[in-house]
């Protein structure tokens, strides 16, 4: 005669383990890669940067990121989407944000020496680096930056 064999059945605490790991990763990948919209008007170029910074007396903020860097969105949704910091931004500087994996951008990323995403770079109209910061910058370290410059 043949035994049957029956399934086990799992430990209840081993389905709330698994259940709560799903739900904490789900809730990391989009905490990770959400990107508030903001009111800062971005460039997305240099030339029209410098010409507006020119014409409205400011210096340049230029953003080098990419569309994977998890924390480029965190520095979006923590510190560009900030009132305080929007109102700052527009009073200071003529905002530039640069995609590193645009083919466009190469003369840029190469002229700036970049090798890795988040960087930021407060630069003259004429492209002198007044101050930099490699990584994510939090809010306060970004408007002693911004009201330095």
């Not at 049957?4 to 905490?31: C, D, G, N, Q, R």
């Not at 940067?49 to 979006?76: G, H």
Request: one cysteine or more.
């Amino acid at each position: 005669m043949k035994k049957i064999k029956s399934k086990k059945k799992t430990h209840p605490f081993w389905s709330f383990f698994w259940l709560t790991f799903l739900v904490v990763s789900l809730w990391y990948a989009w905490h990770s890669f959400y990107a508030p919209s903001n009111d800062i008007t971005w460039k997305d170029n240099l030339e029209s940067a410098q010409k507006l910074a020119y014409n409205s007396d400011k210096n340049i903020m230029v953003l080098f990121t990419t569309e994977w860097c998890s924390p480029c969105r965190i520095m979006k949704r923590e510190v560009f989407a900030d009132n305080e910091v929007t109102k700052a931004m527009d009073a200071k500087v003529v905002s530039l944000e640069i995609n590193i994996d645009d083919p466009n951008s190469e003369t840029l990323v190469k002229q700036y020496n970049i090798g890795a995403t988040p960087t930021t770079i407060f630069i003259d109209p004429e492209g002198k680096v007044i101050d930099y910061a490699v990584g994510k910058v939090g809010k306060t370290k970004f408007l002693e930056m911004l009201l330095n410059i």
